[in-house]
């Protein structure tokens, strides 16, 4: 049985009770065996969750397994390449061609390199678009704020509840 259908039976069984269509005699039991039915069906789910509990970990230490081979992987093409680029400015060869791979030195896309970061952003602050501010909102302090009992138009504090497991 689903778990919205025995609540489904708890609730007309409730109704029935107050309603006197069930004997005094027997709203102990029958109370008992619905609750019973409830029971055995959340501890039923909540062991499944647990076990996907324990797969989500498993698979999350496997991703970082694969992560971790990934950044071997980019750590050896960088050495190859870094070897393979040194031994051809070592032989003055800018470029070499076979049969399977072309390989060449060029030039890469000139970098900006601030050597100044205070002076920058003084000139910058006279250019259009210069300098990119950002502003965020610390959450922090607005529920500081919040707790200290100080009305704000722009936020309120909201309660939840949720599920634990132990």
Known sequence: MKLYEINEKYSIL?????????PEECIKDTLDSVEGELIDKLDNIVSYIKKLKIEKEGIKEEVKNLQERVKQKENKIKNLEEYVFANMKLAKK???????NVIRIAKNPANIVITDE?????YLKEVEGGLKIKTEISKTVVKELLKKGEELEFANLRQSEGLRIK
């Open 118 to 122: 205070e002076k920058a952003i003084e």
């Open 94 to 100: 800018n470029k070499v061609e076979t049969s399977k």
């Open 14 to 22: 409730l109704e029935s009770i107050e309603n006197g269509d069930i």
